[in-house]
């Protein structure tokens, strides 16, 4: 959760940066992310029959699709791939609707996302290898970007689509966890570092 608002909060400060660019929204993308999880932990963690739709229905979603329109929609500029998986992912979500262990129908969801998103971050690392962004990666939002929502979305597939599983056999399942805490912690201060680092690409 620190890692969460420190880059919402490098957002903020560097906001005027972005203010011309797609980059605006996704630093209100992190914003909401930070309060909704604050908000969360500290008032609403004890509302378990809230916490799990809100989060299934709502957050990871939210996240997933967002990470669609950044890759999809504008860094690749490939609409057919954005589109089709904004159908195929939220086509996941349908049954959860219909059936009572949600819990799996979560990691299916889960899975699907990550498996779409796999194959934008190829794209992207295809992309930037073949042009001369490589050459000036340290002020390519898209390369830090990229990295941390590889880590963290790839890594910890296992963890998100077989927690159920996992949970068995719980050295296992702690153990996936420090993995989930390290990548996402990595992830959110890439985020930071892309912000002040970074380069915003404008319309």
Not at 16 to 25: A, D, I, L, Q
Not at 114 to 138: G, H, P, T, V
Not at 178 to 186: G, K, R
């Amino acid at each position: 959760m620190i890692a969460e608002v420190t880059a919402a909060i490098v957002g903020i400060i560097k906001f005027k940066k972005f203010r011309n660019s797609y980059w605006k929204w996704f630093i209100c993308y992190l914003i909401f992310i930070a309060c909704s999880e604050i908000v969360c932990h500290f008032f609403l963690i004890k509302n378990t029959k809230f916490l799990g739709p809100y989060f299934g229905l709502f957050i990871i979603p939210l996240e997933f699709l967002v990470l669609f329109c950044l890759y999809g929609y504008k860094s690749l500029n490939n609409r057919k791939l954005f589109w089709v998986s904004v159908v195929v992912f939220l086509s996941s979500l349908i049954p959860y609707f219909f059936v009572k262990d949600r819990t799996s129908i979560n990691s299916i969801n889960y899975l699907v996302g990550a498996f779409l998103l796999s194959i934008m971050i190829l794209l992207e690392y295809n992309k930037q290898i073949k042009s001369d962004d490589i050459l000036n990666f340290r002020e390519n939002m898209m390369f830090y970007v990229n990295i941390g929502v590889g880590l963290f979305y790839v890594g910890t597939l296992p963890y998100y689509a077989f927690s159920s599983l996992l949970y068995k056999n719980k050295e296992i399942f702690f153990n996936y966890y420090y993995v989930f805490l390290i990548t996402n912690i990595s992830m959110y201060t890439l985020y930071s570092i892309a912000f002040l680092w970074g380069k915003p690409n404008t319309y």
